[in-house]
């Protein structure tokens, strides 16, 4: 079978895609004012040993969902969930929508969307000044509990003509 060779138009460009935010009234809003995201899966991975070994053994044992963001300053809802949290008790969650879709590589490689459910924010900024010139931004930290695969990127393909290429030599 033919190497697989990485062409160009495959390549996705981090800056095209949509972002969505469902309020736990339903409410959708376009989160424009997310300047980048980045949502993660991390392994809980417990080490043991047994007699007689020298090495560690690993087990995994759950997974986390983490994820940070860069937003300009000025997004009204995450202060009123964490209002809400320390007067009323309830903490809000709520969920993320991430579509990447780039026209170029959509053609071959498709699209992802990736839904997180259950976003808890571990806090937000009340304020912020800065004597230097500049945009006011703040960096955002969550979790959540679930996530759902709703579309996913296709494996990239060659030329089928470079591949039957590329076997004759074989």
């Known amino acids: 079978m033919a190497e697989f060779n990485l062409l160009s138009q495959d390549v996705f460009n981090s ?7 469902v309020s736990p009234n339903g409410n959708q809003r376009k989160m424009a004012d997310c300047r980048n995201i ?22 995994g044992v759950g997974v986390r969902g983490s994820g940070s963001m860069n937003i300009y300053t000025g997004t009204p809802e995450f202060l009123k969930f964490l209002n809400e949290f320390l007067h009323n008790k309830i903490n809000y969650r709520f969920q993320i929508y991430c579509e ?61 003509n470079i591949e039957q290429l590329a076997l004759t030599y074989v």
């Open 100 to 160: 990447i879709r780039d026209p170029e590589a959509e053609e071959n490689r498709g699209t992802r969307v990736i839904q997180l459910t259950d976003v808890l924010l571990h806090g937000a900024q009340l304020f912020k000044l800065d004597t230097e010139d500049g945009i006011l931004d703040e960096d955002i930290e969550f979790d959540f509990d679930n996530f759902k695969e709703i579309t996913n990127f296709n494996e990239p393909t060659n030329d089928p």
């Open 38 to 59: 980045t949502a993660r899966l991390d392994v809980a991975v417990e080490e043991f040993r047994c007699i007689g070994e020298m090495m560690h053994r690993h087990k």
């Open 15 to 21: 800056n095209l895609g949509t972002l969505w935010m």
